[in-house]
């Protein structure tokens, strides 16, 4: 990377650990909370609904066979591929490779738990959750939920994506942002801006810092790692 390349972009990486003089917590140990795990009622009625179409279909078929009437084609066709073709077929390995993936698939499906887009956050009076409380009571749509957990305790989380707009809020008021995004992850957060004025490492510290605070304020259970990056405009020579 040459002079100008350097002085055009700025960056850092961090993960959360003691920040002398920013007045952040980040040392707090994180806290063990269950993901939110997703109901599935859609995906469940959908399987549901198939896998009844088809037992119902091979029952009919199958009463229809024994009080004499023929067979449906579909089912000939089947039967008679089935006895035809040996076990080494191709048709019928790569059959059976299918239908066990997709068995587990649906087995690896059922046991994860979901929701992904929804951050677990620290409950009251586990280390910094001051900001957690806030962000409960004044969450912008749906980027907010809460719900019961085991013992009555309320589980509360927050959309990603919500969370996102919060640290980009909280970007713009850094002096020399002229535009940012910020991506939350389930483990990084990642900050890119574009600055019109200032140093590009001054910008890129302040920011820096202000990101952490907003984390930090958002009350997670488990912080993640930031990554910053400044960059100047090409048509901006300042």
Do not use: C
Request: aromatic residues 4%; glycine residues 14%; proline residues 5%.
């Amino acid at each position: 990377m040459n002079a100008d390349q350097k002085m055009r972009q700025s960056t850092s990486a961090s993960a959360y650990g003691g920040r002398a003089g920013t007045g952040a917590r980040d040392g707090d140990p994180p806290v063990r909370m269950r993901r939110f795990w997703s109901v599935r009622r859609v995906p469940a009625g959908i399987v549901a609904l198939v896998i009844a179409a088809v037992s119902g279909l091979l029952l009919y078929d199958m009463a229809a066979v024994r009080s004499g009437r023929p067979a449906m084609r579909w089912r000939e066709w089947l039967a008679d591929e089935l006895a035809s073709r040996p076990l080494d077929d191709a048709w019928i390995m790569g059959g059976a490779a299918a239908l066990a993936a997709l068995g587990v698939l649906m087995v690896v499906l059922a046991l994860a738990p979901g929701l992904r887009g929804l951050l677990p956050m620290r409950p009251p009076g586990t280390g910094t959750g001051t900001g957690a409380e806030a962000e409960v009571g004044a969450g912008p749509g749906k980027g907010v939920e809460a719900g019961a957990g085991t013992g009555g305790a309320v589980r509360a989380g927050i959309d990603r994506t919500s969370a996102g707009l919060v640290l980009r809020d909280r970007a713009m008021e850094v002096p020399g942002v002229r535009s940012a995004r910020v991506d939350v992850g389930r483990r990084r957060v990642r900050a890119r801006a574009l600055a019109h004025f200032r140093d590009l490492d001054e910008v890129r510290a302040d920011l820096d810092a202000a990101l952490h605070e907003g984390i930090r304020q958002l009350g997670l259970a488990r912080r993640p790692a930031l990554s910053v990056r400044v960059r100047r405009s090409a048509k901006s020579k300042g």
